[in-house]
């Protein structure tokens, strides 16, 4: 366990500080084959990660491309720009409606393109809006929050979602129907409290006139009248895969190179540029720290949270709910949320027959929520951090973790008491 253990803090500590720009995922994959080569790992273990995070890799590939090719046509920020006339000027509403942006785009394009795509575009307009730091502060914190609490509802807003899903063979169509409710009390809960928490700090009045006009964020209308009736049909298209028991890859990446092709051909993107742009690394990240995690599996992590597990389960359906979705959330929040849902998901499978499917719903909400109470919990954070950092927007580690300890266990509490009733 000791070497499996150093292994994995030594991988996360050069992942957290990228020491002269050391990517995250060549630090992942270099932490894989130190444990492969020390015997931490086999490769019959690799192959066992891969089948496991095969289908949430190309997914969330496909998931990216596609939310690049409409960024490119100015698919989000036409969105943004609506959120903020809608608003009439008032801070509140914009406050309130740039979190159900957030939301809406997390549970359609998962939380990492909500990290990577809505956050800088929303920057761009808070500074043309002319707000002070503290209030930018506020509606990043409030838009990088919503981004992991929102990606509940499909099974594709959150590679967490995929991992499980495919681990315990949980279709499209039964995830929503058990997932729908937490993710909507998620989405009140999390406007409730960022409201408590930030009120201070949001204007009163903003001038919305300082604002160009949605439309003149179109790079080409018929294109973007498209998208609409595209996003509607890859919606419809996971429905029919769920009952032909399609791997959601097929669908999400399918549908990213499908529209990337259709923009190309309406001449509105550079397929080139797209592809070169692609986060890459977060794919070599997902492989890498996976298998590195995989070590403490075979040192014995499994073992004791199965009893802990089983213990838990002894308690009642409610408690049992809620103490592993609680346990998902603190392991997600100091060894991040990827590799968590993975050791959760074995350890509660070696439960046997005796697992309740809802600690596996538990899991996934542990681990979507849990990561925001540390800057390193979850990839999105990591790569919203970044991209706010490249921007000339720095949150320090004790300011995040601040209100991420503050904010992040009521909502939780809420969200997994709303999944208990349901489930």
């Not at 999390?190 to 903003?206: E, M, N, T």
Request: with cysteine; proline share 3%; glycine share 8%.
């Amino acid at each position: 366990m000791i070497l499996a253990s150093a292994i994995f803090i030594i991988t996360l500590i050069f992942v957290i500080w990228q020491p002269k720009d050391l990517q995250i995922g060549t630090t992942a994959v270099i932490g894989a084959i130190v444990a492969l080569v020390l015997g931490v790992v086999s490769f019959s273990d690799v192959l066992i990660v891969t089948d496991i995070v095969w289908d949430a890799t190309l997914s969330f590939i496909g998931i990216i491309i596609l939310s690049m090719v409409l960024d490119e046509i100015g698919f989000f920020e036409w969105c943004a720009l609506k959120m903020a006339k809608f608003s009439n000027g008032s801070g509140m509403k914009m406050f309130i409606y740039s979190i159900l942006l957030g939301a809406f785009v997390s549970a359609l394009f998962a939380n990492d393109g909500a990290a990577l795509i809505l956050t800088p575009i929303l920057l761009a307009k808070m500074r043309i809006l002319k707000l002070n730091m503290k209030s930018i502060i506020a509606f990043l914190l409030a838009g990088g929050f919503i981004s992991d609490s929102a990606s509940l509802p499909l099974v594709f807003s959150n590679l967490t979602n995929i991992v499980t899903a495919n681990y315990f063979d949980i279709g499209f169509s039964e995830y929503i129907s058990n997932m729908l409710i937490p993710y909507i009390i998620s989405v009140l809960a999390s406007i409730a409290f960022l409201w408590l928490l930030l009120r201070k700090d949001i204007p009163k009045q903003v001038d919305i006139s300082l604002l160009k006009e949605p439309e003149s964020a179109i790079k080409n209308k018929t294109l973007f009248k498209l998208s609409w009736v595209f996003l509607a049909v890859l919606l419809a298209g996971y429905f029919v895969g769920d009952a032909y028991d399609l791997p959601v890859a097929v669908f999400a990446l399918g549908g990213g190179v499908i529209f990337l092709v259709i923009a190309t051909a309406f001449k509105t993107v550079e397929p080139k540029h797209i592809i070169k742009e692609a986060p890459w690394q977060v794919v070599w990240f997902s492989i890498g720290l996976y298998i590195v995690v995989y070590g403490l599996k075979n040192a014995g992590l499994t073992d004791y949270l199965t009893v802990v597990l089983q213990d838990l389960s002894g308690r009642g359906d409610t408690l049992a709910i809620v103490g592993t979705g609680f346990l998902s959330a603190f392991l997600s929040a100091i060894m991040n949320n990827m590799p968590t849902v993975m050791i959760m998901d074995i350890a509660l499978d070696n439960m046997g027959e005796n697992v309740n499917q809802a600690l596996a719903y538990a899991n996934i909400i542990g681990c979507n929520l849990g990561p925001k109470m540390t800057p390193f919990g979850s990839l999105a954070t990591l790569l919203w951090l970044h991209v706010l950092s490249k921007k000339g927007v720095n949150i320090s580690f004790a300011q995040y973790s601040k209100f991420g300890l503050i904010i992040t266990p009521p909502v939780l509490l809420i969200v997994l008491l709303s999944l208990a009733m349901v489930v």
